[in-house]
Nanobody, 121 residues
Framework: QVQLVESGGGLVQPGGSLSLSCIVSGNIVSISTMGWYRQAPGKQREYVAVIYSSGITRYADSVKSRFTISRDNGKQTVCLQMSSLKPEDTAVYYC???????????????WGQGTQVTVSS
């Protein structure tokens, strides 16, 4: 069983910063791509940022230069440092990871339960 547990959400004023963390645990052979997605009220879940096992990162245009994704392979964690936050960044943020639990099979996508980020004055 694989679990992804996010932490670090909360309320922040516009222009402020917040950091999210996600720890992956369970019977893990390897973790490849890790990422963050978000879902605002009344909207579909959208991609925010991903980081590949090589360390290469990709960002949605809406967060580029404001958010930074990083990972610690030894600790099986992925973090999202958010700065210059805007009200439109308000959403539930979900952690995602492609995890291989058996060397005979390819990796499968797993999701965290989500953490609320609210940007408001």
């Amino acid at each position: 069983q694989v679990q992804l547990v996010e932490s670090g959400g909360g309320l922040v004023q516009p222009g402020g910063s917040l950091s999210l963390s996600c720890i992956v645990s369970g019977n893990i052979v390897s973790i490849s791509t890790m990422g963050w997605y978000r879902q605002a009220p009344g909207k579909q879940r959208e991609y925010v940022a991903v980081i590949y096992s090589s360390g290469i990162t990709r960002y949605a245009d809406s967060v580029k230069s404001r958010f930074t994704i990083s990972r610690d392979n030894g600790k099986q964690t992925v973090c999202l440092q958010m700065s210059s936050l805007k009200p439109e960044d308000t959403a539930v943020y979900y952690c995602n990871a492609f995890v291989q639990v058996d060397s005979r099979y390819s990796a499968t996508a797993y999701w965290g339960q989500g953490t609320q980020v609210t940007v408001s004055s």
